[in-house]
């Protein structure tokens, strides 16, 4: 704490002082409502409802409601909120993040702020980590809101669209970080209003907030679909891979380097430099790889994909490990978190390195992916007109919070005082003496009755653990990403008697580990720590799952000089010092220079770690305001706005913007180039050709008014084709919105080549974030350009069809595949394939009857 804190206190504790009056205020009213029968309290919901619409704000109403709450808590759950409850809901509703400790009943805290804010009718999103605590929360906490008149609906992964909109048409939904965001890709991927499911981001409590804007955030959320690219060269480079030689680590070898390719002394065939997770192949591996693929010159640009696949399967060979990357189950790659122990479902890695690990453990290769839609979790959290959240650790990464999402951090005191004793470090020389210190401090504890958490970061060991507990005959269970299913059931029982729980970081965060009687009285629950996570913050989680509302308890950390914290990012003065010392084996070593070096490399990760997700966020600040405007164009269109206008003044800017690019200013009528203006025109926008003959004015303005009249004649010549005007505003919408979504999916591989791409300019003295704004820019003209061409140049080429059954069918022809077939009045029909029978109703296959002819 420096000088002033000391004088005027610090952040929260001044935010603090400001709070506690209206805590007094909520706690006036407790014996008023305690006299209220169950229907009086009740009715105070629309009470509160009809003096917002009135014009009283929800600050206003706060103690009144937030004492409603309460006394419903007692009643229904026979739990009536601490002081320190009511100060977090004062803070959540502030849109700010309540710091508070493990066990101070955080999903209690939140039943404040979303019935105040639930009561504008514009619905309030709890977001949680996983499906269980979402169903959990829902039932258990949602009985308080339903008492009180309120909705409440939970969105779980297994759920359909109709039972999701359900769910979000709540007063109150409880919903996974994942589920929300990919319901809000999947919305605005929607071709019909019906289709969506949300009805917009008002206002969100995130619980665990450090795990989803903090941990998750640098994993966007990717919708895709398949490409037709082949997966056999990922099995052909996964195979020359694995018969490669990893030459000697180069620690001093930097993306730089890589980049400036800067000659190191190289031995085998590849090195790896493991802090900046790259591999490079030396001369000899290049010479491998080209005799393997009967190549002459790897460098030569149609051998780009053999060199991206290589590196891809090297990478997923020596940096990507089993069962602390990833795991494997059901014959699929599954990504494992590596802050919270978690597996993330339906999380993908990009750039074909989830195929380089699926080729790694043979599993079926899923073809490579094509992005159909993406945001970061900043960009999407920061969509909520307010939001808020809770955790138990959120000071140390106070200032992300700030500058990314503009939320400040209040430490709130606990209930009852902390008595948990947290232990000095034990270090030792090697990870084998560390893990047989784990094993006999643990049999220790057991032999008094004391419960023991033992966190570890990966499965790998935690199973490691867990044999050697087995061979000393000692009972325990596992909690990790193979078995999170039993997640809740494991943690429940952690704090009974005698038990032994084995757990990597995900140890049951959202649910308390409660102490019997008999455990308390043997020292509460004892956390072990098998390594130093590389944030701080992750270490604070673990250490917090003992010691809730005054229980005892203590925790400590056994460290060894081999783990990768100390390896990779520790002094290598200090270290040397610790080597050149005989110290016998198993022996402890304690010193405080080592432990400063600790905090010093996890502090330096910290940094490192803030300094990518926000390096990733100003980067996608482009992409974000692109997706923008387009997901508003989307939502235009798919509102039912009426196109006409829009349709043809896109058909005038094409004959315009024609024109302006074959006829100059000055130029001379006779210099005119009608050949190159017929061929930029015409296939866009099929009117009679132009000749110098039938030009009635020889000014450039003249030219551009005369074709302009006859575009627009020729489209409203098209527009009496349809029997009902509605019917071509509905091909209108459905075409404009299908030729978006293509060239949007396009323009997202396109901005992500040129992200890849962007970081050499920073050798020619340029700013890479600014030459992607401008390149961005550019591109993203380009493109709205070609939405434009494309949507006239179908709306030209749609015409009805009479069939047998009187149906009538929009028909497009031309180069546009995609958009082949369309059914009106409303629905699109799917895309035809050539073995699929002809619909005119021949009875042959489509590629043997219409499929020969054009299309139907």
Request: proline content about 2%; aromatic content about 6%.
């Amino acid at each position: 704490m420096n000088l002033i804190d000391k004088i005027i206190g610090t952040h929260s504790e001044r935010e603090l002082k400001r709070i506690r009056p209206i805590v007094d205020k909520i706690e006036s009213y407790r014996e008023t409502m305690h006299g209220l029968t169950d229907a009086e309290l009740r009715s105070k919901t629309d009470e509160f409802k009809k003096r917002l619409a009135d014009g009283e704000t929800p600050d206003d109403i706060l103690p009144e409601a937030y004492a409603v709450v309460r006394e419903a808590g007692k009643r229904v759950l026979g739990m009536e909120h601490f002081r320190v409850q009511l100060i977090g809901g004062v803070i959540l509703h502030q849109g700010r993040i309540a710091e508070m400790r493990t066990g101070e009943g955080k999903t209690l805290v939140a039943t404040l702020p979303s019935y105040l804010n639930a009561l504008e009718g514009k619905g309030c999103h709890v977001v949680t980590v996983n499906d269980y605590l979402a169903k959990r929360d829902a039932e258990w906490m949602g009985k308080i809101h339903e008492f009180l008149g309120l909705s409440v609906g939970v969105v779980l992964n297994s759920m359909n669209s109709d039972e999701r909109r359900d769910a979000y048409n709540c007063d109150i939904t409880y919903v996974t970080n994942n589920e929300l965001g990919f319901d809000y890709l999947r919305d605005n991927m929607a071709i019909y209003k019906e289709q969506c499911v949300l009805r917009g981001l008002n206002f969100a409590i995130i619980d665990e907030i450090d795990s989803i804007l903090i941990d998750e955030a640098r994993t966007p959320l990717i919708i895709s679909g398949q490409s037709d690219k082949s997966t056999k060269l990922y099995e052909a480079c996964d195979m020359l891979a694995k018969q490669m030689t990893r030459g000697e680590d180069q620690a001093e070898f930097s993306k730089m380097d890589a980049l400036m390719g800067i000659e190191q002394e190289e031995t085998g065939d590849f090195i790896v430099n493991e802090k900046d997770k790259l591999v490079n192949l030396t001369a000899q591996g290049v010479s491998k790889v080209e005799r393997y693929f009967h190549i002459e010159n790897l460098a030569d640009p149609e051998n780009l994909e053999i060199q991206h696949n290589i590196i891809l399967a090297l990478r997923a060979n020596n940096l990507m490990h089993r069962d602390h990357d990833y795991i494997v189950k059901d014959d699929e790659v599954l990504i494992v978190d590596e802050f919270t122990g978690r597996v993330m479902p339906g999380r993908r890695y990009s750039d074909g390195l989830h195929q380089a690990i699926e080729a790694k453990e043979h599993v079926k290769v899923k073809r490579e992916s094509k992005t159909l839609a993406t945001i970061t979790f900043q960009n999407f959290f920061n969509k909520f007109e307010k939001k808020c959240g809770m955790t138990g650790t959120a000071l140390t990464e106070e200032q992300e919070f700030r500058d990314i999402y503009g939320l400040d951090v209040v430490e709130i005191p606990t209930n009852e005082p902390v008595i948990r004793k947290d232990l000095q470090d034990a270090v030792y020389k090697t990870k084998k003496e560390k893990y047989k210190a784990v094993v006999e401090a643990t049999k220790a504890a057991h032999a008094k009755g004391q419960p023991v958490l033992v966190g570890t970061i990966t499965i790998e060991i935690s199973e490691l653990i867990s044999s050697m507990l087995s061979k000393e005959g000692i009972s325990h269970n596992v909690l990790n990403a193979k078995n999170h299913e039993q997640e809740a059931q494991i943690v429940a029982e952690a704090g009974k008697h005698g038990a032994v729980t084995i757990a990597t970081n995900m140890a049951g965060r959202g649910t308390d580990i409660k102490l019997d009687e008999e455990a308390r009285k043997a020292g509460g629950l004892k956390i072990i720590g098998t390594e130093r996570h590389e944030s701080r913050r992750i270490d604070n989680q673990l250490r917090g799952r003992a010691g809730r509302q005054g229980d005892p308890g203590e925790s400590k950390f056994y460290i060894s000089l081999e783990d990768d914290l100390m390896r990779l990012f520790g002094s290598e003065r200090l270290i040397g010092l610790f080597n050149t010392l005989r110290i016998p084996e198993g022996q402890e070593i304690e010193h405080k220079a080592l432990s400063k070096a600790i905090e010093s490399a996890q502090k330096k990760i910290e940094e490192n770690n803030f300094s990518t997700r926000k390096n990733l966020l100003e980067f996608d600040a482009v992409n974000n305001e692109q997706r923008e405007i387009i997901y508003k164009e989307r939502r235009r269109v798919l509102d039912g706005e009426n196109l006409r206008d829009n349709i043809y003044k896109m058909i005038t800017d094409i004959v315009e913007e024609s024109v302006d690019t074959v006829v100059g200013e000055t130029a001379n009528s006779d210099d005119w180039d009608i050949k190159e203006l017929n061929e930029l025109l015409l296939p866009i926008v099929p009117i009679k050709p132009v000749s110098r003959g039938r030009i009635a004015k020889k000014t450039k303005e003249g030219l551009k008014q005369q074709l302009k009249e006859e575009a627009v004649a020729l489209y409203e010549e098209k527009e009496t084709e349809f029997p009902e005007p509605e019917t071509i505003r509905e091909i209108e919408r459905v075409i404009l919105l299908k030729v978006i979504d293509r060239k949007w999916m396009d323009h997202i591989d396109d901005m992500d080549q040129l992200r890849q791409g962007i970081g050499l300019q920073a050798y020619g003295q340029r700013d890479p974030k600014v030459e992607y704004k401008m390149a961005g820019y550019d591109m993203f003209n380009a493109m709205m350009d070609s939405i434009k061409e494309d949507t006239v140049r179908l709306l030209f080429n749609v015409h009805v069809e009479e069939k047998v059954e009187r149906e009538q069918v929009a028909k497009v022809t031309g180069t546009n595949k995609d958009d082949s077939v369309k059914k009106t009045p409303v629905k699109a029909v799917e895309k035809i394939r050539p073995n699929d029978l002809c619909p005119c109703g021949s009875g042959k296959k489509f590629k043997n009857c219409h499929g020969l002819r054009g299309g139907i």
